[in-house]
């Protein structure tokens, strides 16, 4: 027996409640009988095209070095509904890393935050600048002091892309490479 007595509603209302229940959209009707529109669904929250300008670095990837070394394995997906991008590195040797990558439209920022199996996180901020995604921040750098350091993601033609990460201990003058990999498609 039904909690509701469903005889004293109205058939085009009893239909929407049904199908509304079941996640499906449906013109109501009121008791009168006049169709009332359906109410348009929400749409997801992070299918802007500011937050689709990283999806280049989406995939499955061998990562090699400037002389074709094998530098490891990195794993880039879509996560939370297409709002977060989740990094899974693996390098040739022991390190692994994971990172969260996500563009705040409030700030109009993209932000990574990362961190590998030493302990080491990075956290870093930035743009996409002319079809480049260019990311910066400050961590220790190879003796101890706050250096800053940026990142930068080119698309390169044929698919592959290119990250280089720099670091500066003078406040940008200068800057040297710390990882220059080349990411080409590999299959899952």
């Not at 990311?135 to 033609?157: C, F, I, S």
Request: net charge positive; hydrophobic share 35%; charged share 15%.
């Amino acid at each position: 027996m039904s909690p509701f007595p469903v005889r004293s509603i109205a058939p085009g209302i009893a239909l929407g409640l049904v199908l509304a229940a079941l996640g499906r959209p449906a013109a109501a009707q009121s008791a009168a009988g006049a169709a009332v529109p359906a109410v348009p669904p929400t749409p997801p929250a992070c299918q802007t095209p500011e937050h689709r300008q990283f999806d280049f670095w989406l995939g499955h990837w061998t990562v090699r070095a400037p002389n074709g070394r094998v530098a490891g394995t990195n794993h880039i997906e879509s996560s939370l509904d297409g709002c977060a991008l989740v990094e899974h590195w693996a390098s040739s040797g022991r390190n692994r890393g994971m990172s969260l990558n996500y563009y705040d439209a409030a700030t109009r920022q993209w932000h990574q935050t990362w961190t590998d199996n030493e302990g080491q996180p990075l956290l870093l901020q930035g743009a996409l600048r002319d079809g480049r995604m260019v990311l910066e921040g400050t961590a220790p750098g190879a003796d101890g002091k706050p250096a800053r350091q940026r990142v930068t993601w080119t698309p390169l033609p044929g698919g592959d892309v290119r990250q280089l990460w720099e670091a500066s201990s003078d406040g940008g003058a200068t800057w040297s490479t710390v990882f220059d990999g080349r990411y080409s498609r590999r299959a899952p």
